[in-house]
């Protein structure tokens, strides 16, 4: 999935300064995993991962990935192997009206909408399979390892036929190729690190209070909130027919803007981050562009650090452009490690 300030790249760099600074560190908090790219890289190493986000669907793609060991056996279900039942299911074979489906409903083209977010048979399909997945789960078919292994599937393949230039902030006025694809959902790589990791869907004050060895943060850099770029799959996930306006559909976000996209309170915001943190160590992924200064926050981090612990480390990184990334110079990604004193 391509997101916004994603760490794809950056993630062998991360686990470079963690093994230079701390060696391996036993449990690592990812307190914005977004889209738990870095936490199951990390679980991958060996470390027990506790990940966390406020938008749902983030929530909804650890907890059916990073949040397993192994891949649910399914047997109540009775269908041995459901992500293929659901890639081959149809309209009348899941039995669901078509005046139902609130995804084709609004965002794909018809009677009543204009919207092209995505062609009518993915539409249908993507609603098809949320509500089965739905059905399953409230009728005690699947238990939540099967209802999220499956909802991340489906929410992993949506992207790849969503008619945007990368995120869901407005879509695109003629048909990208990618959209007369089917939509297919693939099995969710699963893999075991032995260990008890969790996932949460709070707000990342409250995961402040855990200790740890290590607290990875990525917050936001500039003033874009999250969820109306991704506003339609934080729907999917939840499937919870709100009410939407506007030329995208949007739904309401009010209560989910983020500190971190203010420049009235990012100081604020970097400094009750790094404060009242529990963990031993802190890594923040930022970049010298971003809201808050490069002189700033290596001051709160100086502030708050142990035996001059304060790490800086930049690398020449490529800018996020919609659908086009392009090299920029001068834009770099940092890494601010830090002892908590």
Known sequence: MRYIGGKSLLTGRINEVIQENIGRPSTVIDIFSGSAVVGDYLKKQGYRVISNDFLYFSYAIAKGTIGLN???SFLRLGIRNPVRYLNELTLERAQIDLKDCFIYSNYSPNERCDRMYFQNKNAV???IIRQTIERWYQEGKIDDKGYYYLLSALLN??????????????YLKYWDDRTFNDIVLTEPDIYSNGRRNQCYNKDYTELLRIKSDLMYADPPYNSREYLPNYHILE???RYDNPAIHGVTGMRDYEEQKSEFCKKSAVYGAFERLVRDCRSKYILISYNNEGLLSTEELSQIC??????????????????????IPNETEGLKEQLYFLRRR
């Open 70 to 72: 192994r891949r649910p």
């Open 125 to 127: 399909k993507i609603d």
């Open 157 to 170: 393949a949506v992207p790849y036929v969503s008619n945007i230039a990368g995120i869901y902030a407005a």
């Open 235 to 237: 729907t999917i996930a």
């Open 302 to 323: 100086t502030r708050y650090c142990k035996d001059n612990s304060f790490r800086l480390y930049e690398y020449a990184y490529r800018r996020y452009k919609n659908k």
